[in-house]
């Protein structure tokens, strides 16, 4: 079983960049199939902390192939940074391939970014302000600029000056000042010229490791409650991040694909605006914060905290049809009295399906005994304290789901794999 997916099964930032890092040496190749510098792994390699927005984890590997794929939006300057300042702390990467079906980020995106957010008022997002949005729907919108025209000088011109005419109008309506193609062009045309040689038919190069048998890894972003169609709209990214979206955004097909694994933490945080039934807006909330240090990594806004959603979990399991659940986060909790989680939302018969219904869901609560005692030298299941193995498998139980692998610390060394079929078979 060659090809694994792995996604985040609840907002995002459940720790997916370390599961890519330790998984990641495997494969031959490592592909991330959608979102951009919206995202943000930590992963800790060697002593050495590294930040990634864009390059998948894999590039740590000098033996493996890391591929930016095509339904992926790209921020050229972000990018080069990224390659530079992990090239500062580590001479020997593995080697780079960027789809040319990927599309470019530019300073339009991001002032748009901006200028919506604002326009929305109240029903404002909270996003990144990276320019993802406005990025997808220039896609969507079919006037888009792809990595194939970025690295096509003459071409690039002539779709900026296409695309500016258009845009520069909606910024100038929304209040914004407007920009010139010809500074633009300066500004990235240098840029360009650096990424062209990483610049190529990802999708080839992914189909024939597939087919050749080798381990190739998909990285997901944010979570499957982010998703554009499956997430709590209209509070979601403007990409797929479910498992399906590895399909759109690399350019295999589903039978493809053989595990899925969706990481989770063992409560639940998101970032931004939107409905989160198990938040806890109070001193429990902030405990856990604390406790997981959890700050966003691409902004450092503090992250909403609350208990684990069984229930939304559940429905994550089915919309990625995950093989197997990545636990994290287990250590955290160590040391509170007792854990609650959602098994459902009072008066509701599944997951809520309005906005107006996911913003009134009221969970219903069940209560587990906490546990105690420090989580990060566990390296085999029974090595857990016996609360903390209860709660594990009441989760494994009410998701019809087994825990294939643990998370008990940041490092690499602190997991289990505790099932090697649900991962490379
Ligand atoms: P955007 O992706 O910047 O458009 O933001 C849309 C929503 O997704 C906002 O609520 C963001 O906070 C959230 N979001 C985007 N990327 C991430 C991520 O990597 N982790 C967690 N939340 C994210």
Known sequence: MPTLVIVGAQWGDEAKGKMIDVLGSDSSVVVRYSGGNNAGHTVIFGGREFKFHLLPAGILHPGTLSVLGSGMVLCPSGLLKEIDDTRAKQAELGDLLISAAAHVVLPHHRRLDALEEEAR?????????????????????????????????????????????????????????????????DEYAPMAERLAPWVGNAEAAVQNAVAAGQ????????????????????????????????????????????????????????????????????????????????YGTTTGRPRRCGWLDLAALRHSCRINSLSGLVMTRLDTLSGFPEVKASV????????????????????????????????????????????????????????????????????????MILRPDLVWG
């Open 121 to 185: 008022g109240k029903g404002r997002t909270g996003t990144t302000s990276r320019g993802i949005g406005p990025a997808y729907t220039d896609k969507v919108q079919r006037i888009g600029i792809r990595m194939a025209d970025l690295v096509d000088g003459p071409r690039f011109r002539e779709r900026l000056e296409a695309v500016l005419e258009f845009k520069n109008r909606l910024i100038t309506l929304l209040g914004g000042e407007p920009f010139a193609a010809a500074e633009v062009y």
């Open 215 to 294: 381990h190739v890894l998909f990285e997901g972003a944010q979570g499957a409650f982010l998703d554009l169609d499956h997430g709590t709209y209209p509070y979601v990214t403007s990409s797929h991040p479910v498992a399906g979206g590895a399909c759109l955004g690399t350019g295999i097909g589903p039978r493809d694909i053989d595990n899925v694994l969706g990481v989770a933490k063992v409560y639940c945080t998101r970032v931004g605006e939107g409905p989160f039934p198990t938040e806890l807006d109070n001193e429990i909330g902030a405990r856990i914060r604390e406790a997981g240090h959890e």
């Open 344 to 415: 459902g939302y009072e008066g509701l018969d599944g997951m809520p399906q309005t906005e107006t219904e996911w913003r009134e869901a009221r969970p219903i609560w069940r209560t587990f005994p906490g546990w105690t005692g420090d989580l990060r030298s566990c390296r085999r299941r029974e090595d857990l304290p016996a609360e903390c193995l209860r709660y594990l498998e009441a989760v494994e139980e009410f998701t019809g789901t087994p825990a294939a692998i643990l998370s008990v610390g940041p490092d690499r060394e602190e997991t």
